[in-house]
């Protein structure tokens, strides 16, 4: 069965960084997709970006543009989002996805990213 | 940047329907899009429910039962996830996406109560 498990709770000072990993089974990796997803406390879903498993290729929200990459193993068949200068407001759960039909079929658990001084 | 309306919260019985809005702004034709919607329950995470661009253009995520349906009013600009016979289950938040200029927006979400 299609699984996206990812990397436990992090805490991390201001200013830091944090790389969060999705590692993915039950399907061939390089056939779809990822997407990064976050949430923060109490509110709605925010699109981070996505990678194509196949070429490397990305796409990030303008918003995290220069501070986040997206990158894969795919020798490990592991997604990883790396989000640097990490800002009080980066507290929020980190999801990983899978891209099917441009849709979102597979959600890995969520890591618990939490940006304290 | 792209921003999808929808009502932050909405409160049905059991049994009854539930229509879910999802408004997109102004210069962004609905019918161009194709709609996609999720379901989340407290401390999971989200789950897909539905595509929805046309009858002819939709997809039923695998395992939603049939009583989750996608619809667009096109005179409203808006994308509909109806919720037909509505159990104590379906009490979750509901978040609608789309994809514009290659990136994904997402809805605010609509919190729905069944009581």
């Known amino acids: 069965q299609v699984q996206l498990v990812q990397s436990g709770a992090e805490v991390k000072k201001p200013g830091a960084s944090v790389k969060v990993s999705c590692k993915a089974s039950g399907y061939t990796f390089s056939s779809y997709g990822i997407s990064w997803v976050r949430q923060a406390p109490g509110q709605g879903l925010e699109w981070v970006g996505w990678i194509s498993t196949y070429i490397g290729g990305t796409k990030y929200a303008q918003k995290f543009q220069g501070r986040v990459t997206m990158t894969t193993d795919t020798s490990t068949s592991t997604a990883y989002m790396e989000l640097r200068s990490l800002r009080s407001d980066d507290t929020a759960v980190y999801y990983c996805?899978?891209?099917?039909?441009?849709?979102?079929?597979?959600w890995g658990q969520g890591t618990m990213v939490a940006v304290s001084s | 940047q792209a921003v999808l309306t929808q009502p932050s919260s909405l409160s049905a019985s059991p049994g009854a329907s539930a229509s879910l809005t999802c408004t997109l702004p102004g210069g962004i034709n609905v019918g161009s899009y194709k709609i996609y919607w999720y379901q989340q329950k407290p401390g999971s995470p989200p789950q897909y429910l539905l595509r929805?661009?046309?009858?002819?253009?939709?997809?039923?995520g695998s395992g939603v039962p049939s009583r989750f349906s996608g619809s667009k009013d096109a005179s409203a600009n808006a994308g509909i996830l109806l919720i037909s016979g509505l159990q104590s289950e379906d009490e979750a938040d509901y978040y609608c996406?789309?994809?514009?200029?290659?990136?994904?927006?997402f809805g605010g979400g609509t919190k729905l109560t069944v009581l």
């Open positions: 996406m789309i994809w514009h200029s290659s990136a994904v927006v």
């Open positions: 929805y661009k046309s009858d002819s253009d939709k997809q039923q």
């Open positions: 996805a899978r891209i099917i039909a441009d849709g979102f079929d597979f």
